[in-house]
């Protein structure tokens, strides 16, 4: 089984593209910021903040729309679209990232540079001369039937803008195939692209509760047995077998009720037809009953409505409803007997075909929670998905994020044989499946198939999983997923995995994360290394730091920065005057995440062999200010004065001490500037000084 994601719009992505006259894509950059916005901010406000962040975003023509907002617990997230005249710039996309206490904390941008655009010219063709005589040709030509059309404005490369047309067009044959055409409004073609299926009929549903026997996750996983064992636990081309009709659960579904009739649907999920071959008719029971041995067609559709339900469900107990509420239609029966499944949509709806080449795509919950996964990943972020040229992860990011999600789903119950991803579907004589359990390290492992460099990231995350559990590590992949962006690659990735910890749990599994993110290389930004602990003898100095590395745009400071010529050097040269703890921070500035690292310098004072007389050390430091006095007193001295008498001889303040340790600490923070002589004495040892103090 292959897993194929096919997306509609946005930026240069594969199949067919044909240029008449090149067509501009929106440029991709993301902004940290740490500007106040207020809390709960309307679309409004954050237009207008958007408006003056973004200036050349934006002009009295072409404004910032908003397309969609979804509150979470933890952060706002609010998507925007550039518009002319209430029409889309064809691939333009924002969405920004703002905390609950009102800071915006990231933007991700995909917008034109609007200052110099030439505004559209009254077309050449009307739109009745275009659609009658032009756009009814060229379909004719390409045996596809117009199903949709979606007016946009698109901009060339000589910024010109231009009314246009996103037509979507069905093949006459294969209801799976649809591509969408991007016309000019003059009939000019600009681009095309496959994004498959297209069907809008909702229904309206009578939930009711049925009892079903599913594989959960799959055959193999629950009995234990890997694939053939003894001659048995094998596909047989679909065919009932003791040992796999044994491993049939019973489970509850929600359904809904027809007159009678009991479908497997509701208002978010749907098992149907959709054209694509083999035509199968979705199952349906005249009792609430949905009891299928495995080569009835009708146990993939229970099998896969099932999972579908039950990871829905998870999800929104996470807090995640905005990822789970359009609603999905699945035919368990498609793709005209390839071993593959894909998640395709267009238009307002989603589809995931199931293939049944080797085993049936729709009998092994990994398939089911996999394709569902790109489902949540295109609902986070709409418009998002996309490679763009030859060297983007994003295919293989998204891949990576729905094996783990599927990982996650099986490993939670059952541990056996945990890491082959696809159980029952691959690791048999048809495909190999994928492994969640290698040791591949980001960048090098990176591959010309995206599956294999999926493994990369999904393989950190299960590592993730173990240390934190399923239900942590689900939330913090499920809450970056809205701050992916198109174009990604992994590091990137990896950055939002730690930012989604911040604004989910206050970054309380920051060290985890970037203990297994970093080790497999997927941070860019690595914690810098402040060096070892060690010890100086007063007044020496020494350089702090090893090996920190640094990214181009990355900012690093050293604090306390008194006793260091240079906080903002990577190695700067410390001269402490007591022991003290230094903190390195790199900050990543487009995310505004920080990597720290401590060393703690202990100062000694050095003194060889056992005081027997009075000595004042640090007066320099104590002249500036900046340290104590130190007064070394006789060993066993059982009690010790300090008498300051100002310049004239007339006595100031005396200062008692019982049993005072070797190296007397005097801070002379309430003493003003002056000079002073002082007199110490040690039981009956007594020495004067001359002492002074600038501030
Ligand atoms: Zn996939």
Redesign the pocket.
């Known amino acids: 089984m292959k897993?194929?994601?096919l997306y509609l719009l946005l930026f240069l992505a594969h199949t067919t593209v044909i240029w008449a006259q090149n067509l501009s894509f929106a440029s991709h950059n993301s902004h940290a910021s740490h500007d106040y916005i207020g809390i709960n901010p309307t679309p409004e406000t954050v237009a207008q903040y958007l408006s003056q962040k973004l200036p050349h975003t934006h002009n009295k023509h072409i404004i910032w729309t908003n397309t969609l907002v979804q509150h979470q617990s933890f952060a706002d997230y609010y998507t925007f679209e550039q518009q002319y005249e209430g029409q889309k710039l064809y691939s333009s996309h924002l969405k920004i990232t703002i905390d609950k206490k009102g800071y915006v904390v990231w933007i991700n941008d995909n917008s034109f540079a609007v200052n110099e655009v030439r505004l559209p010219a009254p077309a050449r063709l009307s739109t009745t001369e275009w659609d009658t005589e032009y756009l009814q040709d060229f379909l004719a030509q390409k045996k596809a039937i117009e199903k949709m059309r979606e007016k946009v404005c698109l901009l060339d490369d000589k910024q010109q803008l231009h009314f246009a047309y996103l037509i979507y067009a069905q093949d006459q044959h294969e209801v799976a195939n649809v591509t969408a055409y991007l016309f000019a409004e003059n009939g000019r073609l600009y681009h095309s692209q496959d994004v498959g299926h297209y069907n809008h009929c909702q229904q309206q549903s009578t939930a009711a509760l049925a009892t079903a026997m599913v594989f959960d996750p799959d055959p193999l996983t629950t009995a234990q047995k890997v694939y053939g064992q003894n001659n048995q636990y094998k596909d047989r081309n679909d065919q009932d077998a003791t040992e796999l009709n044994a491993q049939r659960h019973q489970v509850d579904i929600e359904v809904t009720e027809e007159n009678g009739i009991y479908w497997l649907k509701n208002d978010f999920i749907e098992i149907k037809e959709l054209g694509s071959e083999p035509n199968i008719a979705p199952v349906q029971s005249s009792i609430p009953n949905f009891d299928y041995l495995r080569s009835n067609d009708a146990f993939e559709d229970v099998n896969a409505y099932y999972h579908a339900n039950v990871v829905r469900n998870y999800v929104n107990s996470l807090g995640f409803e905005n990822m789970t509420n359009q609603k999905l239609f699945i035919d368990t029966h498609a793709l005209n007997g390839e071993d593959q499944s894909k998640y395709v949509f267009y238009g307002f709806d989603r589809h995931l075909y199931f293939g049944e080449g080797g085993v049936d795509d729709a009998e092994d919950a990994d398939v089911v929670v996999?394709?569902y996964g790109?489902y949540l990943s295109d609902l986070a972020c709409p418009g998002c998905n996309t490679d763009c040229g030859s060297n983007s992860e994003r295919s293989a990011l998204?891949?990576a994020l729905?094996d783990y999600l599927a990982t996650s789903y099986s490993r939670r119950n059952y541990d056996f044989n945990w890491e082959n991803m696809f159980s029952w579907d691959g690791h048999n004589e048809f495909w190999v499946g994928r492994n969640m359990d290698n040791e591949k390290h980001y960048p090098e492992d990176v591959a010309n198939s995206y599956y294999q460099t999926s493994e990369i990231f999904s393989a950190a995350m299960i590592d993730v999983w173990e240390v934190l559990g399923y239900e942590t590590t689900d939330k913090i992949l499920l809450g970056a997923l809205y701050n992916f962006t198109a174009c990604m690659n992994l590091a990137e990735a990896a950055e939002q995995i730690m930012l989604s910890d911040q604004l989910l749990y206050d970054g309380q599994h920051e060290a985890i994360l970037y203990q297994h993110l970093s080790g497999r290389g997927l941070l860019n930004y690595r914690r810098p290394n402040a060096g070892n602990d060690t010890t100086v003898c007063l007044g020496e100095s020494l350089t702090l730091g090893e090996s920190v590395i640094m990214p181009a745009d990355a900012e690093l400071f050293w604090s306390p920065g008194l006793t260091l010529n240079d906080s903002t050097a990577a190695y700067p040269i410390a001269n402490p005057d007591r022991t003290t703890e230094y903190i390195v921070t790199l900050r990543n500035p487009s995310t505004n995440l920080t990597y720290t690292d401590t060393v703690v310098v202990q100062v000694d004072y050095c003194l060889t062999s056992p005081v027997d007389t009075i000595q004042l050390l640090n007066t320099d430091r104590f002249l500036k200010g900046r340290g104590d006095l130190v007064v070394s007193l006789p060993t066993n001295t059982a009690q010790a004065t300090l008498s300051f008498y100002n310049i004239s001889g007339q006595l100031l303040r005396v200062f008692t001490y019982e049993n005072p340790s070797e190296y007397l600490m005097f801070n002379g923070d309430m003493m003003p500037a002056g000079v002073y002589i002082l007199q110490v004495k040690a039981d009956d040892v007594r020495r004067v000084f001359r002492v002074a103090k600038a501030r």
Do not use: A, G, L, Q
Request: aromatic share 12%; net charge negative.
């Open positions: 897993t194929v994601f996999h394709e790109h998204d891949e729905c």
